[in-house]
């Protein structure tokens, strides 16, 4: 079969049908079919009808998820997910300098869907399409006031108009009128800045006076109302502004409420466009670089509490192994009849476990003289370890603020949305971007992977003929595997399963044990891929934290 037959998530393309392309694996199991027949040796047959195959996928999925919650307990089992296959998990996910594995990216930085193949599934997109996805959205959010609080702002604004202009008349006569270029400035902190009362305000008093860091919110203009001595809070106003400080306490004794509803939006709208910055990320806000191959270019930023030693010490544990079992019979047209434990009984007219030595060695087990028609497989995967995982979440702080997500605007955009805003705060206003849902079954991440060593395979031939089906084996002990001949086993290390074939003590039918080479650290250890079982999904705008 020469390469190995897994779909690992790639890296999409930057734009927003390539991006929406990658939000569903939907069809990554017909293209690996599609890809499969373009590729291999014409012996390989794939299934024409891809129902069979679906419902294949399904049952082999559904049972790996299954079992991980045997081994790992009901309280982490109950919130696991099964997940399309799309390839091998890169567990070894950082060098500990605060870098990335680039193959642990491409899996953790797709955005998660509902797969529409498999009921109960969920589907992992391409590389970034999470991030791009909450880019989106971000910019489709707004803070807005609501009809009430339009209203007691305009009052305010009204009741302190005089004392508006005085200030503004002040503070242009000692240090001139303010320009395009500035408001332009003032506008990269916060976007609610608007007016030349704003720019005084928010910009000049609250920000440069105040000696607020870069990147952080400006100082609220409650803050200042309330101050009593409004010359220390603003430290670094210059002596010249003297009669600007006295216009500023005239003013915010004039405008009572309305500082208190313009410092909701000012934070509103500096954090909304904090958040679309940190989405360019950097080395001060949060950002990562990549390892394997390394990156000059930093990448918006995941992370684990679980280090890499202590993921490897889990894979290493063989004892409570996840234990997958299935059987299946010849059936006409060589196609087999399939049936998991506890299921019902499935046609597949593919291959039942493919071996190979590169290209000049390789078929099904089950299609081979002697190999009878009847066979249990069992597939058992050890070291079942959970791996979490986390998008950086938006954390102020007085450097800066770090970090993209925060679930809290989602959360709340989504519920005042949907409620027609009728509360202040952020929302929605033109509606959530074409083909996005927010919520359970939504748009999420993966919180958690589970992950295992490979498995060893067993497979007995109840009616098999050892000596003749040995013939066909015995030249080769180190081979690949393929399930149902398009989900390739050992990742990295394909090709390093030992085969051994013997007969049953029985006297009748013989049994093949395929051993995979064990998961060790080494200097390869950020290329070794290990199979998925499972998910833990978080999906947007669901929790407010």
Same mark, same amino acid.
């Given at each position: 079969?020469?390469?190995?037959?897994?779909?690992?998530?790639?890296?999409?393309?930057?734009?927003?049908?390539?991006?929406?392309?990658?939000?569903?694996?939907?069809?990554?199991?017909?293209?690996?079919?599609?890809?499969?027949?373009?590729?291999?040796?014409?012996?390989?047959?794939?299934?024409?009808?891809?129902?069979?195959?679906?419902?294949?996928?399904?049952?082999?999925?559904?049972?790996?998820?299954?079992?991980?919650?045997?081994?790992?307990?009901?309280?982490?089992?109950?919130?696991?997910?099964?997940?399309?296959?799309?390839?091998?998990?890169?567990?070894?996910?950082?060098?500990?300098?605060?870098?990335?594995?680039?193959?642990?990216?491409?899996?953790?930085?797709?955005?998660?869907?509902?797969?529409?193949?498999?009921?109960?599934?969920?589907?992992?997109?391409?590389?970034?399409?999470?991030?791009?996805?909450?880019?989106?959205?971000?910019?489709?959010?707004?803070?807005?006031?609501?009809?009430?609080?339009?209203?007691?702002?305009?009052?305010?604004?009204?009741?302190?108009?005089?004392?508006?202009?005085?200030?503004?008349?002040?503070?242009?006569?000692?240090?001139?009128?303010?320009?395009?270029?500035?408001?332009?400035?003032?506008?990269?902190?916060?976007?609610?800045?608007?007016?030349?009362?704003?720019?005084?305000?928010?910009?000049?008093?609250?920000?440069?006076? @105040?000696?607020?860091?870069?990147?952080?919110?400006?100082?609220?203009?409650?803050?200042?109302?309330? $101050?009593?001595?409004?010359?220390?809070?603003?430290?670094?106003?210059?002596?010249?502004?003297?009669?600007?400080?006295?216009?500023?306490?005239?003013?915010?004794?004039?405008?009572?409420?309305?500082?208190?509803?313009?410092? @909701?939006?000012?934070?509103?709208?500096?954090?909304?466009?904090?958040?679309?910055?940190?989405?360019?990320?950097?080395?001060?806000?949060?950002?990562?670089?990549?390892?394997?191959?390394?990156?000059?270019?930093?990448?918006?930023?995941?992370?684990?509490?679980?280090?890499?030693?202590?993921?490897?010490?889990?894979?290493?544990? $063989?004892?409570?192994?996840?234990?997958?079992?299935?059987?299946?019979?010849? @059936?006409?047209?060589?196609?087999?009849?399939?049936?998991?434990?506890?299921?019902?009984?499935?046609?597949?007219?593919?291959?039942?476990?493919?071996?190979?030595?590169?290209?000049?060695?390789?078929?099904?087990?089950?299609?081979?003289?002697?190999?009878?028609?009847?066979?249990?497989?069992?597939? $058992?995967?050890?070291?079942?370890?959970?791996?979490?995982?986390?998008?950086?979440?938006?954390?102020?702080?007085?450097?800066?603020?770090?970090?993209?997500?925060?679930?809290?605007?989602?959360?709340?955009?989504?519920?005042?949305?949907?409620?027609?805003?009728?509360?202040?705060?952020?929302?929605?206003?033109?509606?959530?971007?074409?083909?996005?849902?927010?919520?359970?079954?939504?748009?999420?991440?993966?919180?958690?992977?589970?992950?295992?060593?490979?498995?060893?395979?067993?497979?007995?031939?109840?009616?098999?003929?050892?000596?003749?089906?040995?013939?066909?084996?015995?030249?080769?002990?180190?081979?690949?595997?393929?399930?149902?001949?398009?989900?390739?086993?050992?990742?990295?290390?394909?090709?390093?399963?030992?085969?051994?074939?013997?007969?049953? $003590?029985?006297?009748?039918?013989?049994?093949?044990?395929?051993?995979?080479?064990?998961?060790?650290?080494?200097?390869?250890?950020?290329?070794?891929?290990?199979?998925?079982?499972?998910?833990?999904?978080?999906?947007?705008?669901?929790?407010?934290?």
């Amino acid at each position: 079969m020469g390469e190995p037959a897994h779909v690992m998530a790639g890296t999409t393309g930057q734009g927003e049908d390539t991006m929406k392309a990658s939000l569903t694996r939907s069809t990554a199991l017909m293209q690996t079919a599609n890809r499969l027949a373009l590729r291999a040796p014409a012996a390989l047959k794939i299934a024409a009808d891809p129902t069979d195959k679906m419902q294949l996928v399904a049952a082999y999925i559904q049972a790996l998820k299954a079992k991980a919650v045997s081994v790992i307990g009901s309280t982490i089992g109950a919130t696991l997910v099964p997940i399309e296959y799309n390839g091998d998990f890169n567990w070894d996910w950082t060098t500990g300098t605060g870098d990335i594995n680039k193959l642990t990216y491409d899996y953790i930085s797709g955005a998660v869907s509902p797969s529409t193949d498999i009921p109960g599934a969920c589907a992992v997109g391409g590389t970034g399409s999470l991030p791009m996805l909450y880019g989106q959205l971000i910019n489709a959010i707004n803070w807005q006031f609501n009809d009430a609080d339009q209203k007691a702002l305009q009052a305010a604004q009204t009741k302190s108009t005089v004392q508006a202009q005085s200030l503004v008349a002040t503070y242009t006569g000692i240090y001139g009128p303010i320009t395009h270029a500035q408001f332009q400035a003032a506008q990269t902190v916060s976007a609610s800045i608007q007016t030349p009362i704003d720019y005084i305000l928010m910009y000049q008093a609250g920000y440069l006076w @105040a000696g607020i860091p870069s990147g952080s919110m400006p100082l609220s203009t409650s803050a200042m109302q309330s $101050s009593p001595n409004l010359r220390k809070l603003l430290q670094y106003a210059p002596s010249s502004a003297e009669p600007v400080l006295l216009e500023i306490s005239a003013y915010l004794n004039a405008y009572g409420i309305g500082a208190s509803l313009q410092d @909701a939006q000012s934070v509103g709208s500096s954090l909304l466009q904090i958040l679309k910055s940190n989405l360019t990320p950097s080395a001060t806000n949060g950002g990562v670089l990549q390892s394997n191959p390394p990156s000059t270019q930093y990448f918006p930023g995941f992370s684990s509490n679980k280090q890499p030693t202590d993921i490897l010490s889990g894979l290493q544990n $063989s004892s409570q192994p996840a234990i997958v079992s299935f059987t299946a019979s010849s @059936a006409q047209q060589s196609a087999y009849n399939i049936s998991f434990s506890g299921g019902g009984s499935m046609s597949w007219g593919g291959w039942l476990l493919g071996i190979s030595v590169g290209a000049n060695f390789q078929g099904d087990i089950a299609a081979q003289q002697g190999s009878g028609s009847t066979f249990d497989i069992t597939m $058992s995967f050890p070291g079942v370890t959970v791996i979490p995982f986390a998008p950086a979440a938006y954390q102020p702080n007085s450097d800066g603020a770090t970090g993209w997500l925060d679930e809290t605007v989602l959360y709340q955009a989504l519920n005042n949305y949907n409620n027609g805003s009728k509360d202040s705060g952020f929302t929605f206003p033109s509606g959530l971007p074409s083909g996005i849902k927010l919520g359970p079954g939504g748009v999420g991440y993966l919180s958690a992977v589970v992950v295992s060593g490979y498995p060893t395979i067993t497979v007995n031939f109840a009616e098999g003929d050892y000596s003749t089906w040995s013939q066909w084996l015995a030249a080769h002990a180190s081979v690949s595997v393929d399930l149902f001949g398009f989900i390739s086993l050992g990742g990295a290390n394909a090709g390093a399963f030992s085969a051994q074939a013997k007969q049953n $003590s029985s006297g009748t039918g013989f049994t093949l044990t395929l051993t995979p080479p064990p998961v060790a650290g080494s200097t390869s250890a950020p290329d070794q891929g290990v199979p998925v079982l499972a998910g833990q999904v978080a999906w947007l705008g669901a929790s407010e934290t």
